[in-house]
């Protein structure tokens, strides 16, 4: 059976903070433990799931392949299969101010033992560094000086089974820095650890600390601030944008500074957290190590910054993990087919040398990755590792022929443009528009449009969301159908896969960079050598012919 572990076991402890500072707010230990509870009792009712409380120290491993899992208190959890997400804790070294806290969360014990373990087996270990702002009373925030920032409505839910549910949503709101912010801050940014010599490790380059915002951009004299509520059983507020690793004290004189938060009750204080983690070239496309058969990695010894992030490998890693155990091939979403490919093959093509933040722009594909086509792209991919059910499965394949019908029938039905309202002025040489021309029409939204169409045919009975769907396919059919010829060339690369154990030397042709490249990051297709940083079109050129004259040979072996 596989194996999932976190820098530190599985461990449900409860907080032991300090007392700190008179403004903390001891809620902040409840509201955790609350969390906790909800944690282990998920986890209780989960079949199929032993729960081990015990400090992961040293992987097992027989002839380059993992067997177990050693920990501190001697005991040995054997598996064929291993995932780690070691989250913030593998090494972890809190920064408050001057102050040096072992631990990958306050409160919360770090793994070091873990690190050693992944050198001693000829793994290359980095360090980085992330930030988080400190947590607000929202009895003590004044949001009536703040902007409010609503939620969606109607709200999208994550699964396409929510249906008809209702909620209490709770606005975020939008405030601002000021002068004052600006000069306590810049006064005191030597006590940063950050600045003051520290910390020397990389940090996220989109998600900077206030500290370095004010540095950064000496002409701002203020930065924006989302106040986000943490939930709707907690008063506790995040303050995004304010992540920091100043001293307690300098925190709070800064934070009371902000609009709104001129009374306010520090409940954690903001703090850096630097941990070691394994630069990604080390994994393959299913984040199975290539050094060790059987290990997995996910989340932030990746490289990888943010909860998104961290979820979307834990999801691959332990399905790759259980079917490695089945006999089964790895599960592997190539860069046209979901964000998590896209992640994925960056980590495994490019590595990391800073927190690594997934965002739409990285996407090159990224019209073919739209939220509405979600299912559509991988809804038959669930289905074959029975986490869709069979009835919705064929219900979703019946709404895609009833949409494609759809379409057909939109291209083929002619309005007239006397009943258009005020779109007939965008036709005044012709009698009659076709319901798909329409759709295409700059600057009109596609919910006026189907209420329009809806006026003259009664008849469509499409959800809403099906109906948005077939308007985009037929407003940018052209832009999807170039793109989609992009995709066909893509996988033309991607299909070529490259043998294990290729002799990146003996290649004739091949530039002594490319065989560095390509020995380091050990490509398994050809469209993945393309990707890797410093990579010609010449060097695929030659690294195709090559792969051509081995398909020949062996073919004539045969």
């Known amino acids: 059976m596989p194996v999932a572990i976190d820098a530190t076991g599985i461990q449900f402890r409860r907080l032991n903070l300090s007392s700190g500072p008179a403004v903390w707010s001891t809620r902040a230990q409840a509201d955790r433990i609350e969390y906790n509870d909800f ?15 015990a400090t992961a120290s040293e992987l097992l491993v027989e002839n380059d392949k993992i067997v177990g899992v050693g920990c501190e208190d001697g005991q040995k959890i054997m598996a064929r299969a291993v995932v780690i997400a070691t989250g913030t804790f593998l090494g972890g070294l809190i920064h408050i101010g001057d102050k040096k806290i072992e631990g990958g969360r306050l409160g919360e014990d770090g793994a ?10 000829g793994f290359e270990v980095g360090r980085l560094k992330t930030g988080t702002p400190p947590r607000l009373d929202g009895k003590s925030v004044d949001l009536s000086k ?34 004052e912010t600006k000069r306590i801050i810049t006064e005191n940014m030597h006590r940063s650890p950050i600045f003051s010599g520290q ?33 709707n059983g907690t008063d506790d507020i995040y303050p995004n ?13 800064a934070i009371r500074t902000v609009i709104g938060l001129e009374e306010a009750i520090i409940t954690k204080p903001g703090y850096a957290v630097e941990y ?40 691959m890693a332990g399905l790759n993990a259980s079917l490695m155990v089945a006999g089964e091939k790895p599960l592997i979403l190539d860069r046209s087919e979901a964000y998590i490919g896209v992640m994925i093959d960056d980590l495994v093509t490019r590595s990391t040398t800073e927190p690594y933040r997934m965002f739409t722009s990285r996407a090159e594909y990224r ?57 007939s002025s965008r036709f005044q040489r012709r ?28 008849e469509l009975s499409l959800e809403p969301e099906a109906l948005s769907q077939v308007a985009i396919k037929i407003r940018y059919e052209g832009y999807i159908a170039k793109q989609q010829r992009e995709i066909d060339k893509f996988k033309k690369q991607e299909s070529v896969l490259i043998p294990d154990g290729i002799s990146w030397s003996g290649i004739v042709g091949l530039k002594n960079e490319a065989v560095e490249k390509f020995s380091h990051f050990k490509p398994q297709s050809l469209g993945q050598a393309s990707r890797i940083e410093g990579i010609t079109p010449g060097d695929i050129s030659v690294l195709s012919v090559h792969l051509k004259r081995l398909r020949i040979e062996r073919a004539a072996q045969k």
Do not use: W
Request: charged share 30%.
């Open 112 to 121: 070091s033992a873990l690190s050693k373990s992944f050198r001693s087996l």
């Open 431 to 458: 009698d009659a528009v076709s319901m798909a021309h329409l759709f295409k029409l700059p600057g009109v939204d596609i919910n006026d449009l189907i209420a329009l169409i809806k006026k003259h045919d009664s």
């Open 39 to 53: 944690v282990v009792k998920a986890c209780e009712e989960t079949s199929n799931l032993e729960i081990i409380e």
């Open 146 to 179: 703040c902007e409010p920032q609503p939620g969606e409505d109607p709200i999208p839910f994550f699964s396409y089974r929510t249906k008809g549910r209702t909620l209490t949503q709770i606005s975020c709101h939008l405030t601002k820095t000021t002068a």
């Open 367 to 423: 019209l073919a990755l739209r939220e509405d086509n979600a299912r559509e792209r991988l809804f038959a991919i669930g289905h074959r590792y029975n986490l869709i059910p069979d009835e919705d499965y064929r219900e979703f394949a019946e709404s895609l022929k009833r949409r494609e019908l759809l379409i057909k029938k939109f291209e083929s039905t002619h309005l007239k443009v006397s009943e258009l309202g005020e779109l």
């Open 276 to 315: 070691d983690y394994c630069p990604s070239f080390q994994i393959k496309p299913s984040l199975e190590t290539k050094r060790i058969a059987g290990l997995f990695f996910a989340g932030q010894i990746n490289g990888t910054s943010g909860y998104e992030e961290a979820a979307a490998q834990g999801l």
């Open 241 to 253: 944008g304010f992540s920091t690793a100043l001293p307690e004290d300098v925190q709070l004189e």
């Open 199 to 231: 910390i020397d490790s990389t940090g996220p380059r989109y998600c900077p600390s206030i500290e370095d915002k004010f540095f950064r951009f000496k002409d701002k004299e203020s930065h924006q601030l989302f106040l986000e509520p943490e939930g």
